[in-house]
């Protein structure tokens, strides 16, 4: 109400109106910002604690539906253009992107706290000609503003949701770090540090290591074993050499001949044709019978802790494994991948599969 609409007389009348729009909660208050802009017959610029630091919750308290409306849609639409929409089209730096962060923050408190008092002034108005355009009378508006004014009651029912809400955060907060280590717990094998768990599992198949013969074998034997083919081509200069070598040098050779599989030798001494190369990271295959051979290994992880890697092969190799230990670059830096095989029959690589989970290590079938 400006101050042409309201004569010297009518000031009690105004006041009582007043009154009963804004309620019993801050009355004194508000009653001085009106006074002030009903002296100045237009609104200006004050500050509002409340409207500043709780600006959703003093919008739903003073009954503004449609001020509260349009706040939680703006907010929403900056945040979404600064940093999401905003992000991705400028891709803008991190400092850009924390000063626009102080900038969203001070738009969420500050014009609540400069222009709350001038719109919750022009709401009261609107309802008080609401009320008295019913013809009931001053005393019957003063009756229907007081019925639908802010009361303490609507403060405290605000105060528990928002306590609740808040305990609802809290706990979340200090709940959230003891369900990221059950998370890590139910991934991770037995005896590994978490920190390895984190790794991938689902690595690319890749060539597993070349496995050196020992340095006293006779020339005519390769100098690395790439595949199946070069352990048994060198098979016979193995067992040549492990009869006439030192102790030693005899274990290693019968390591080396053990190393093959009765299923992998089976299948090289049936007629091989020329081996095809597979893209990606996958290890040349033999074609037998026009068709490419199948190979099966058992990946049991790859660790960005090689000592968890060495722990791992010592366990497999104490139950009769043989582990192939590869090195990989992976986005967090360099991994170590153990697996065990190759394997040509899946109810072999199933049989060694148990024997793996048994440990308490996870068993993944790679098909190379």
């Given at each position: 109400m400006t101050t042409d609409q309201v004569n010297p007389e009518s000031t009690d009348v105004t006041t009582d109106l007043y009154k009963a729009a804004i309620g019993v909660r801050n009355q004194d208050y508000y009653l001085r910002c009106f006074a002030r802009f009903d002296a100045a017959g237009k609104?200006?610029?004050?500050?509002?604690?409340?409207?500043?630091?709780?600006?959703?919750?003093?919008?739903?308290?003073?009954?503004?539906?449609?001020?509260?409306?349009?706040y939680?849609?703006?907010?929403?639409?900056?945040?979404?253009?600064?940093?999401?929409i905003g992000k991705l089209v400028f891709n803008y730096s991190e400092m850009t992107e924390m000063g626009l962060g102080v900038l969203f923050?001070?738009?969420?408190f500050v014009p609540p706290g400069l222009y709350a008092n001038a719109a919750y002034y022009r709401f009261c108005e609107r309802r008080i000609t609401k009320a008295l355009v019913s013809d009931a009378g001053v005393q019957g508006a003063c009756e229907l503003l007081a019925k639908d004014a802010s009361s303490s009651r609507r403060w405290y029912v605000l105060a528990v949701l928002n306590g609740g809400l808040l305990a609802l955060l809290v706990g979340f907060i200090?709940?959230?770090?003891?369900?990221?280590?059950?998370?890590?717990?139910?991934?991770?094998?037995v005896g590994l540090a978490s920190s390895d768990a984190s790794v991938s599992m689902e690595t690319k198949p890749a060539v597993p290591t070349p496995r050196q013969l020992p340095a006293d074998l006779p020339a005519s034997a390769p100098a690395v074993i790439t595949g199946v083919s070069d352990l048994v081509?060198?098979?016979?200069?193995?067992?040549?050499?492990?009869?006439?070598?030192?102790?030693?040098?005899?274990?290693?050779?019968?390591?080396?001949?053990?190393?093959?599989?009765?299923?992998?030798i089976e299948e090289v001494a049936q007629p091989a044709v020329a081996h095809k190369p597979v893209k990606g990271n996958k290890a040349e295959v033999a074609e037998v019978a026009g068709k490419p051979a199948q190979h099966y290994f058992i990946q049991v992880g790859?660790?960005?802790?090689?000592?968890?890697?060495?722990?791992?092969?010592?366990?497999?190799?104490?139950?009769?494994?043989?582990?192939?230990?590869?090195?990989?670059?992976?986005?967090?830096?360099?991994?170590?991948?153990?697996?065990?095989?190759?394997?040509t029959l899946r109810s072999e690589a199933r049989k060694a599969a148990a024997k793996i989970e048994a440990l308490g290590l996870p068993a993944l079938f790679v098909k190379v």
């Open positions: 609104t200006g610029v004050t500050w509002n604690w409340s409207a500043c630091l709780a600006s959703l919750n003093w919008l739903v308290f003073r009954k503004m539906w449609g001020l509260a409306l349009w939680v849609s703006l907010l929403i639409t900056f945040a979404l253009l600064i940093f999401g923050v001070l738009m969420i200090w709940l959230a770090p003891g369900l990221k280590v059950l998370e890590k717990l139910q991934v991770a094998p081509a060198v098979a016979p200069a193995v067992q040549a050499a492990s009869s006439s070598a030192p102790a030693p040098i005899a274990g290693m050779a019968e390591q080396v001949i053990a190393s093959a599989k009765p299923a992998v790859a660790f960005a802790d090689e000592g968890n890697a060495r722990k791992v092969t010592e366990k497999l190799e104490a139950i009769g494994l043989s582990p192939v230990v590869q090195t990989l670059d992976g986005a967090h830096g360099k991994l170590t991948q153990v697996r065990v095989g190759p394997f």
